[in-house]
């Protein structure tokens, strides 16, 4: 591998080559030498002699400047690192209709330019054949000087700092100043007021705990001088992890450096994302942390305080929700200071583009000349409708985040980030989970703990399995299945809170059993101590595939169940529908999956004397082939069945092959079944069930609900059930 190559190019010009128009600068020159001295520091300096190459003052001339750095871009190779600095004048001429700027350099004629345009230091040819054109990472300093006397300077200086918005990702900048404003010079610390604070940052000031300064902490840093007027910066990937200083070397550290490398060090590679991480971290926190919620607001979670939320979050002028018909559109929520009509040129624009690219990609940018920015994140679409987000002029830090910043609002707008905003936050990782896939370690471990969070927070009650009889003394409850949820108010499961698990792996799905299955082991202990009969009925817990799998989760079995005191063989767990039961992506099993997998039952089976269930059958990967060969003591059949077309003949297969063991002799009876979700709506009757031979049902039709506490079924309930099993009415 070649050598990387740390170059930097430093350009200071004090006089204005031919146009007289411009006065005499006083430290542009001396500036270039004093940064020379930072970067070649014997201290902390990370320049070598040799790569750091001055223009300055007569010397400074835009022919030896281009040809230089020409050569340092076809030399240059993807771990190299080029700056380039520049103090001086900039200069727009005024038939110029692009606005494209020079940078004033010793030899620069204004008269010549009409004429021969590329007889100067261009802007565009920064961007163009430097820049875009360098194959490792660069960066730009611009201290550009307009003192105002020249014609139409404010004119000028605003193209020279617009101009250059070049969007090479692996490129970062810092500019004097915004549109329209001028940089200045400071006889106090004798430097433009820039230069002077790009030294204090380099020379240490800037520094993070390893007393590194970073392009990126260099850039900050100037920018909380409270410099008038604002110094504009752009710092894209590599500019928090490309250091320009360093502190010096003790000799112990001397030493490290000379040794063999260490080979038990290891690093995972660098994430596409790794540069958005503080991004991404900075605007949760904005919009999920109650304390960065907006001021004097009711936040009820409607669809108006959520467009107030996100405009908070993204320090936006305005926002609103946009619904766009063609070219037309209307505007159904805004903050008070969203103008439609002011704004029409542009929604007239984000409508062609909404309508078109809805699809296919998650957000754009709409820009009204060099002033003002929309973005739109289109939201829903039907038909030739699309609903977007319109967020005015956002945080240009925010702007610069692309792709990921729309599917973070995106996601924000599906959730509900008031009443539930452990949940919505969680909801907008796992939407960065799907569209990136692997997040940065920082996020991903950030959404580890806020998973187990959301989870920890849920309640476990359980749901009765009611044993039909023909008499209504016979009906009783047979067991309990333990359901999670949020609160003890909610009547459904959190489904969407469940399955974010198995965007994120193995991980997620086996810490989110394991905290359901501790839960629903000491909740069910604690609320069988209380019952009104003797005994313990039994326990089902839905399990996934993949943590049944784990060690770690079934340490987690045994824990729970030493803690609660409760005996092993009154545990179900269910294995879920949404797993296949095949190796995971690179994983090999010694046998084929079913075999290896009915050996993994069985031996947990011995080992701690559980029980296991297929549940949901009729839908996902359940399947009769599950039911033959796992070893398994109940069947629990989906709703979903009972509206089949064939639903009785689907519950006699099932009922057949729940009877086959123990019709061949191999099992002293039959495995039960349960059909769940039964309700008075389901177009199959008791008594049909029950002359197949089921005579387990688990739904809301025995007017007993999911509770957190375990209560028998009143006498009125018994007879009502007997007699739908009896076939009345």
């Not at 840093?221 to 910066?233: K, R, T």
């Not at 992506?585 to 993994?600: A, K, S």
Request: charge should be negative; hydrophobic fraction near 40%; glycine fraction near 6%.
């Amino acid at each position: 591998m070649a050598p990387s190559k740390r170059q930097a190019v430093l350009i200071g010009v004090n006089q204005c080559g031919y146009d007289r128009q411009l006065p005499d600068l006083r430290y542009a020159e001396s500036d270039v030498q004093a940064l020379r001295g930072v970067l070649l520091d014997e201290d902390y300096g990370t320049f070598d002699d040799g790569n750091v190459k001055v223009f300055s003052g007569a010397e400074a001339t835009s022919r030896d400047i281009k040809a230089f750095l020409r050569e340092v871009v076809l030399s240059s190779g993807p771990s190299d690192v080029l700056l380039v600095y520049f103090a001086g004048h900039t200069l727009v001429p005024q038939w110029n209709d692009q606005l494209d700027a020079y940078l004033v350099t010793a030899d620069l004629d204004p008269e010549r330019l009409p004429r021969e345009p590329d007889n100067g230091l261009r802007m565009s040819f920064l961007q163009r054949d430097i820049f875009e054109a360098f194959a490792g990472t660069s960066f730009l300093v611009l201290d550009c000087c307009q003192a105002g006397i020249y014609a139409d300077a404010d004119r000028r200086h605003a193209a020279a700092m617009q101009t250059y918005r070049t969007q090479v990702d692996r490129h970062s900048a810092l500019l004097a100043c915004p549109r329209g404003q001028v940089a200045r010079e400071s006889a106090e610390h004798g430097h433009g007021v820039l230069t002077h604070e790009v030294l204090r940052a380099l020379r240490g000031e800037a520094a993070d705990e390893a007393r590194r300064v970073s392009f990126a902490q260099m850039a900050a840093f100037v920018a909380d001088q409270g410099i008038e007027p604002p110094p504009v910066q752009w710092v894209r990937t590599y500019g928090p992890s490309t250091v320009l200083t360093q502190p010096p070397l003790s000799r112990h550290e001397r030493q490290a450096l000379n040794a063999p490398a260490n080979p038990g060090t290891t690093r995972p590679c660098k994430n596409p994302l790794e540069d958005q991480s503080n991004s991404i971290t900075q605007l949760l926190g904005r919009m999920f942390r109650r304390d960065n919620r907006p001021p004097h607001h009711d936040q009820q979670g409607g669809h108006a305080d959520r467009v107030e939320l996100l405009c908070h979050a993204l320090h936006a002028d305005s926002a609103a929700v946009v619904e766009f018909t063609g070219t037309d559109f209307a505007v159904l929520n805004a903050t008070i200071r969203f103008d439609k009509e002011t704004l029409r040129p542009m929604l007239e624009a984000a409508a062609v583009e909404a309508l078109q690219h809805r699809t296919s990609i998650p957000g754009h940018v709409v820009s009204h000349g060099a002033r003002r920015r929309m973005l739109c994140v289109p939201l829903s679409y039907a038909d030739e409708r699309t609903l977007a987000l319109t967020v005015v002029d956002p945080g240009l830090a925010q702007l610069d985040m692309g792709e990921p910043l729309a599917v973070m609002l995106r996601a924000v707008w599906d959730s509900d980030p008031f009443k539930d905003p452990v949940q919505a936050e969680m909801a907008v990782l796992t939407a960065l989970r799907t569209a990136f896939g692997r997040l940065p370690t920082t996020l991903y471990e950030y959404a580890f703990s806020l998973y187990q969070k959301l989870v920890e927070s849920m309640i476990m009650v359980f749901q009765p399995v009611v044993e039909l009889d023909l008499r209504a003394s016979g009906v009783s409850i047979q067991s309990f299945e333990a359901l999670a949820r949020r609160n003890d108010r909610e009547l459904r499961a959190p489904l969407a809170a469940l399955w974010m698990a198995y965007d994120w792996g193995d991980r997620f799905i086996i810490e989110r059993d394991a905290v359901l299955l501790s839960k629903a082991i000491h909740s069910y202990a604690e609320a069988d101590a209380a019952a009104e009969w003797q005994g313990t009925k039994p326990l089902s817990v839905n399990v996934a595939v993949r943590s049944l799998l784990s060690d770690s989760y079934l340490h987690q079995v045994r824990k729970a169940l030493v803690e609660a005191e409760v005996n092993p063989r009154t545990l179900t767990l269910e294995i879920s529908e949404q797993d296949p039961i095949t190796p995971g992506p690179g994983e090999q099993w010694p046998q084929e999956p079913l075999v290896y997998f009915h050996r993994r039952l069985t031996e947990l089976s011995r080992e701690l004397r559980i029980n296991f269930a297929v549940d949901d059958f009729g839908v996902g990967h359940a399947s009769l082939a599950r039911m033959a060969e796992l070893r398994l003591t109940q069947i629990k059949v989906d709703r979903a069945v009972l509206h089949h077309p064939l639903a009785v003949e689907e519950l006699a297969l099932v009922a057949r092959v729940a009877r086959y063991a123990s019709d061949q002799g191999h099992a002293p009876q039959p495995r039960a079944v349960i059909v769940e979700g039964y309700d008075d709506e389901a177009p199959v009757s008791l008594r049909q069930i029950y002359d197949l031979g089921i005579h387990h049902v688990q739904g809301h039709f025995s007017g007993a609900v999911a509770s957190t506490t375990l209560r028998p079924l009143d006498r009125t309930v018994q007879e009502r059930i007997a007699s739908l099993t009896r076939g009345e009415k």
